[in-house]
Structures are given as structure tokens and as C-alpha cells.
């Protein structure tokens, strides 16, 4: 293709900004890579034994969905030098897009439930925030569908990303019917947000007030770090995406979603799990985790019958009499005093 030398320019500049973004966001990447192979060991033995529950569910999907869309952000986003046709690169992306939006869905109905534990109110009360949730979620979800399917249209690999080694090449033209239905799902996303985050202040504030000590001790035994940082990010990125502010290089927030809310999600479940309070772990139990029966621990953990059978071990007998005792039970032959007797001549 021919261009100008400013043309050449702007493109090259436009490539080697697109290289640093991408090694950037890499290193998220890395990050809940490394996360998720140093605590592996503490997710078998908190979750794996547990039966197929809310919350067993809930937090495999935050844990595992990170695993799936990260690679499908890196094969049809980032330099691969592999060349895939548009059909897809349009898979790719809405498959990518909707495992992100699960995750994150997920991540927020788990801070609901934990919020609901915490403040220990009635279960019509849950029901309640469960419905605004889900109208919220549906009136997000479904404007966007044609701007998700729009933006993921891809065309033939150009000269110039092939060159480059990017594996896909955007039409990059969204209508104005789709632009206006984003945006205002946008601001929909943007008041889900800034309710969860009310509601998350509310019950700090109930749990400051019934229990004593300060503040920042009534935060660090409920989690609050966890909690308040999912919803700020979360509260963050709903203003970039509602107002298009970019913050840094890369819009910051965004990768924040991504990468941190699945983790801090998946650890407030866990903590939850060990609260100090029993009625904050029985009710926890309760929503996400508690059969009607099986197994049980002291919180009400319900408990997989395969991970928590009764291993029965051989008898041991003492010295040589260990044989004739064998013996004597396996044809009857010898009374139990007569062996007791030849064990302690043996021994």
C-alpha cells in the first residue's frame, strides 16, 4: 500500500503504542496466572470437597473464567503473528466478551450474597436486592447485544497487521442506533454500580454500629478490604465506560475488572467461609453451601461422600503371634484367649 510519510508515521506510532499497551496488560496477566498457581493448593482443600452448591458453582466460575477469556483476549488481540480468518476473529471476540461478562456478573452476585451474610437480614430481603440485580443486569445486557455483535465484525487481515503480526484485522464501524443503546446501557451499568457500592457502605455502617471496637477493626474482620475494593473498581470502571475517561496508558479500570475482580471475588468467599462471627458463617453456609444432608462440619459445610469416607485400617498384632492371630480369625479355630496367649509367649 502506498502512504505518506506522515501517514507512515501516525502508523508506526499507532503499532509501537499498541505493542507497550499489550505488554502492560501482560503483566496483569502474569499476575493472575501466578495468583491462581500459589493458591491452587488452598482452593482444593476450601472448595473441591464440597458437594455442587450455589457456592461452589459461584466461585469456580470467577475462579475459572479468567482462565478462559485471558487466552481468547490473546489470540485474537495481541501480536501472534497467527492469521485467522473473520469468522474467527468474530468468534473469538464475542466469545471473549461474553465469559467476561459472566465473570464479572458472577463476581457481583457473590459480593451480594456476602454483603446479605454480613448484614443478617431476612431472606425476603435478598430476594429483594436479587431482583433489582437481575433487572439491572437485563437492562445492561441486552442494549448492548448489537454493539457487541457490531464490534466484533471483522474483515480480511490487512497488509499492515499482518506485517505487524496481528492476527485479526476490525471493521471498526459501530452504528449510531448502536452507539446510543451502549451508551445508555452505559449509564444503567454505571447506577448498578453506585448502588452496590451505597449498599456497601450501609452495612459497614450497621455492622460498625452493633459490634464494638473501631472502624477499621470492624473492616479488617469483615473482609472489608476485599469488599470495598471490588466495588470501587467496579464503580470506576462503569464511570470510564458510561463517560469515556481513560485513565493512564491504558484504561486502567478496565484490566482492574478483568484481572482483580474474580480474585477479590473468590477470596471474600473464602473469607467468608472462616468469619470470626458464627451466625456471618452460618448464613453463608446456608445460602451457598448447605445440603439438607451429608456430611457436615461445625459450620454446615456440605461435604462430597468421596472425600470424606471412613478409611479403615488392618489390625495389628504384636511380634510373631500377628500370624496366629490371622489364622485364628480367618478359620476360628483358636479361641481369643488361647491367641492373646500365644501373642504374649511370641512377642
Same mark, same amino acid.
Given at each position: 500500500m502506498d502512504l505518506s510519510p506522515e501517514e507512515l508515521s501516525d502508523l508506526a506510532t499507532l503499532y509501537s503504542t499498541s505493542a507497550v499497551l499489550e505488554r502492560i496488560v501482560l503483566g496483569f496477566y502474569a499476575f493472575n496466572l501466578y495468583y491462581y498457581m500459589t493458591t491452587f493448593g488452598g482452593e482444593v482443600s476450601a472448595i473441591w470437597a464440597l458437594k455442587w452448591k450455589t457456592g461452589k458453582v459461584l466461585f469456580l466460575i470467577a475462579r475459572y473464567g479468567p482462565i478462559l477469556y485471558i487466552p481468547l483476549t490473546i489470540i485474537s488481540g495481541f501480536r501472534n503473528y497467527l492469521t485467522m480468518g473473520p469468522e474467527v476473529c468474530k468468534r473469538l471476540q464475542i466469545a471473549d466478551d461474553v465469559s467476561l461478562r459472566v465473570c464479572t456478573m458472577v463476581s457481583e452476585l457473590i459480593?451480594?450474597?456476602?454483603?446479605?451474610?454480613?448484614?443478617?437480614?431476612?431472606?425476603?430481603?435478598?430476594?429483594?436486592?436479587?431482583?433489582?440485580?437481575?433487572?439491572?443486569?437485563?437492562?445492561?445486557?441486552?442494549?448492548?447485544?448489537?454493539?457487541?455483535?457490531?464490534?466484533?465484525?471483522?474483515?480480511?487481515?490487512?497488509?499492515?497487521?499482518?506485517?505487524?503480526?496481528?492476527?485479526?484485522?476490525?471493521?471498526?464501524?459501530? /452504528?449510531?442506533?448502536?452507539?446510543?443503546?451502549?451508551? *445508555?446501557?452505559? @449509564? =444503567?451499568?454505571?447506577? &448498578? /454500580?453506585?448502588?452496590?457500592?451505597?449498599?456497601?457502605? *450501609?452495612?459497614? @455502617? =450497621?455492622?460498625?454500629? &452493633?459490634?464494638t471496637g473501631s472502624l477499621l477493626e470492624v473492616v479488617r474482620r469483615d473482609s472489608g478490604l476485599c469488599i470495598l475494593l471490588l466495588t470501587a473498581i467496579r464503580l470506576f470502571n462503569a464511570i470510564t465506560d458510561s463517560f469515556n475517561v481513560v485513565l493512564g496508558l491504558y484504561n486502567i479500570p478496565d484490566i482492574l475488572q478483568k484481572v482483580v475482580i474474580p480474585i477479590l471475588a473468590c477470596r471474600l468467599l473464602l473469607n467468608m467461609q472462616e468469619h470470626d462471627d458464627p451466625v456471618v458463617r452460618s448464613m453463608v453456609s446456608t445460602l451457598m453451601f448447605q445440603a439438607e444432608s451429608g456430611t457436615?462440619?461445625?459450620?454446615?459445610?456440605?461435604?462430597?461422600?468421596?472425600?470424606?469416607?471412613?478409611?479403615?485400617?488392618?489390625?495389628?498384632?504384636a511380634g510373631l503371634g500377628r500370624q496366629l492371630a490371622r489364622n485364628a480369625e480367618v478359620t476360628h479355630a483358636v479361641p481369643e484367649t488361647q491367641s492373646r496367649a500365644q501373642d504374649s509367649v511370641h512377642c
Amino acid at each position: 500500500m502506498d502512504l505518506s510519510p506522515e501517514e507512515l508515521s501516525d502508523l508506526a506510532t499507532l503499532y509501537s503504542t499498541s505493542a507497550v499497551l499489550e505488554r502492560i496488560v501482560l503483566g496483569f496477566y502474569a499476575f493472575n496466572l501466578y495468583y491462581y498457581m500459589t493458591t491452587f493448593g488452598g482452593e482444593v482443600s476450601a472448595i473441591w470437597a464440597l458437594k455442587w452448591k450455589t457456592g461452589k458453582v459461584l466461585f469456580l466460575i470467577a475462579r475459572y473464567g479468567p482462565i478462559l477469556y485471558i487466552p481468547l483476549t490473546i489470540i485474537s488481540g495481541f501480536r501472534n503473528y497467527l492469521t485467522m480468518g473473520p469468522e474467527v476473529c468474530k468468534r473469538l471476540q464475542i466469545a471473549d466478551d461474553v465469559s467476561l461478562r459472566v465473570c464479572t456478573m458472577v463476581s457481583e452476585l457473590i459480593l451480594i450474597l456476602c454483603l446479605h451474610a454480613l448484614l443478617g437480614s431476612k431472606r425476603r430481603y435478598l430476594a429483594l436486592m436479587l431482583v433489582l440485580f437481575a433487572a439491572f443486569t437485563v437492562a445492561i445486557t441486552v442494549p448492548q447485544i448489537r454493539y457487541i455483535a457490531e464490534a466484533a465484525q471483522a474483515i480480511e487481515l490487512s497488509q499492515a497487521d499482518r506485517g505487524f503480526g496481528y492476527p485479526c484485522t476490525w471493521e471498526g464501524v459501530i /452504528s449510531p442506533e448502536a452507539l446510543s443503546t451502549a451508551k *445508555a446501557a452505559g @449509564y =444503567v451499568s454505571f447506577t &448498578k /454500580s453506585t448502588c452496590l457500592f451505597l449498599l456497601t457502605l *450501609a452495612v459497614f @455502617y =450497621v455492622r460498625y454500629r &452493633k459490634q464494638t471496637g473501631s472502624l477499621l477493626e470492624v473492616v479488617r474482620r469483615d473482609s472489608g478490604l476485599c469488599i470495598l475494593l471490588l466495588t470501587a473498581i467496579r464503580l470506576f470502571n462503569a464511570i470510564t465506560d458510561s463517560f469515556n475517561v481513560v485513565l493512564g496508558l491504558y484504561n486502567i479500570p478496565d484490566i482492574l475488572q478483568k484481572v482483580v475482580i474474580p480474585i477479590l471475588a473468590c477470596r471474600l468467599l473464602l473469607n467468608m467461609q472462616e468469619h470470626d462471627d458464627p451466625v456471618v458463617r452460618s448464613m453463608v453456609s446456608t445460602l451457598m453451601f448447605q445440603a439438607e444432608s451429608g456430611t457436615t462440619t461445625s459450620v454446615g459445610l456440605d461435604y462430597d461422600d468421596e472425600f470424606t469416607q471412613v478409611v479403615e485400617f488392618p489390625r495389628r498384632y504384636a511380634g510373631l503371634g500377628r500370624q496366629l492371630a490371622r489364622n485364628a480369625e480367618v478359620t476360628h479355630a483358636v479361641p481369643e484367649t488361647q491367641s492373646r496367649a500365644q501373642d504374649s509367649v511370641h512377642c
